[in-house]
């Protein structure tokens, strides 16, 4: 049989949702490279997905339905038959809602895959359930938050807009790690005269690529967009037609929060200079068009909304807003074109369950009453590892009383605590559609091989168990592909026009976008710097007050892996789990570059390698990664140092606010 190309996307939670071309012969994918269609991704992979046939084809796949034969947590299964693995998965389920109610029971997924028809495919099974409902929050829902304070629903920028910029600011973002195709972007701007800087903690991989590095105190960026706010003002380079025409509230930001920030005191929270911060408030107010790019690192603290807030009220003082190229970018706003209660169907809610945020997994699973949690089924997630509060979260896995049901791909750390495994098939074995949170394309991908073993897709699996159930809505038994042309069938102001031919043969096609300048999706309809709907009128600065342990744990993401997918595979494995110090907080310790470490705070100990990194300023440790813990030095990974403790609003999770000791292992 001949070799063929075909096109799919990468499927994971990524901003850049790439195009593939995947060489297929005889259900075996030999090769996987970048789209040169693409419009936006243009050709070029990730490391991660240059061998995406690695992790398809990979030994560690799981092939059969697997029922827990050892303790709990142990790993030990044995294989059963589809139908018998549904049987029990049922009955347990029927057992549980007579004694204690359908809340008892509770999905858990998140972002395994960002196919819109797979990722989504419980959603109608648990609502027509009566289950408990889960908050999936646990990403940076702070940072839509405080980007909806000032901007309300106003959509994004288009990221090709940073091609216009001369002045663009990397805002706690990673790009190199987790974002690489806007980055090409910035690279092609930086060609034409564009001037970059990175504001972040320490010397991430996109430093590089940086003109001016400017390194924070974590948790204070508010203060450090009003002290820029407070020079713009005092050095009268407001764009003041501007502010007087598009925002509502400056005066009040002027007069009742700006005079508290002067570079004195901003130097003080940051640990930025004066002087640095004075040049950058000059150089932001005289650029033509500044363009911030704010990443996810702000919003994972207990202040986050608000310092994404005071981040975003800040182009609107230069009027940058009106500029080609300036302004403000949090993501891209695709949600709109497909209309996703179809998907969903909440419409089938039976009840009116309780909700569970997904970061607070550990208090439910271990902690709830009335009815407590009996049941927890996990797909396309892994919370044993990425979830804060691991202890917790692996304390209630391990209670004999909860049942627990997951579909994966793999042996994850969450599937070893499994009673029943059933195996999950790749998105390139599944139906599904695309949109992107970084860009505007979407896709439709077909399967082009047959699922590995005798995986099956989310959808599928829903599928058998709806049937089993006796849940008899017809969409339970739609299949993917009917599912999709229902989707594509029903209109959308954003897919209009769109080259329908090319997206059914799967190429990546552009929605109908476009850039409406000075027109703000606010109750006032301006940007509302001053808001009254919010307890907090306007933005300010909230420090984190927090000195329970001396170093502040950073838990980045790493650039070989994605949370915890990828460590499935030995390439793009780190040799060891590091935390990164600077070299003094190890000679304070007596510590030594390599050694065995064990960081620790009162909820739990994490052994790791030591790296010395003059880069890493004192105070900080960083930790790259979220590791599985076959892979730790230890038994336990970096989430049993974080704390389920939620953002200001938008109840995102705070996975960067976090204080440790450490001591030799
Ligand atoms: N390679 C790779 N790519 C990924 C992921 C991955 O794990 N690996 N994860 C994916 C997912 S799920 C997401 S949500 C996105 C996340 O990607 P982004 O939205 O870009 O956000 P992060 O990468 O989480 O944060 C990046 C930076 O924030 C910095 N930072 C942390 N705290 C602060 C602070 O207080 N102030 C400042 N100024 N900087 C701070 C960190 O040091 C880090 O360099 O990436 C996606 N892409
Ligand atoms: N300390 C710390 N913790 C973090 C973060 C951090 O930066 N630091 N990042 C946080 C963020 S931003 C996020 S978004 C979350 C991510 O949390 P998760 O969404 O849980 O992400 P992953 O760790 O990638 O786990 C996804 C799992 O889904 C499986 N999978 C993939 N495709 C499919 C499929 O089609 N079906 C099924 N059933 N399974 C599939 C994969 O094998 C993988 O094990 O983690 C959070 N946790
Ligand atoms: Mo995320």
Redesign the pocket.
Known sequence: MAVKTERSVCPY???DCCGLLVEVEKNQVLRVSGDPEHPFTCGTL?P?MNHYERTVHSPRRLTEPLIRCGKKGRGEFRPVSWDEAIDQITAHWRKIIDSFGPEAILPYSY?GTMGIIQRNAGHPFFYRMGASLLDRGI??PAKGAGWEAVMGKTPALHPDEVLHSDLIIL?????A???LHFLHKVKQAKKHGAKVWL????R?QTAGIADRTFY?R????GALALGLMHLVVRNQLCDRDFLTSQVQGFDELEKQILPDYPPEVVSCITGLSITTIEEMAQAYALAQAPFISV????S??RNGAMSVRCIVALPSLVGAWSKRGGGCFVGTSTGAAFDMSLIERRDLLRGNPRTINMSQLGTALTTLNNPPLKSLYIYHSNPAVVAPDQNQVLEGLAREDLFTVVHERFMTDSARYADILLPAATSLETSDIYRSYGHYCIQRTRPLIAPVGQSKSNREVFTLLAAAMGYDEPCFAQSAEELINDLLAAPSALRQGIDLASFSAGKAVELSWQTVKNSYATASGRIEIFNPALSEQLPCYRPLSDDSYPLQL?T????????STFFERDDLRDATMWLKVHPDEARSRNLEEGQRVTAFNDLGDVDFSLQLDAEVPPGLAVAEGVWWIEFAPGRRTVNSLTSQRLTDLGGGSTF?DNRIEIRGG
């Not at 990443?295 to 702000?298: A, F, L, N, P, Q």
């Not at 980045?556 to 949370?563: E, F």
Request: charged share 15%; proline share 7%; glycine share 10%.
């Open positions: 939670d990524c901003p990730c991660k972002a990403c940076t805002w706690s973002s990673n790009a790690a987790t974002n504001i972040d903690l320490y991430n924070v974590p948790g204070s960026d990443g996810g690192g702000v994972r603290y950073v980045a993401p790493a650039l070989k892996t994605l949370n960067y």
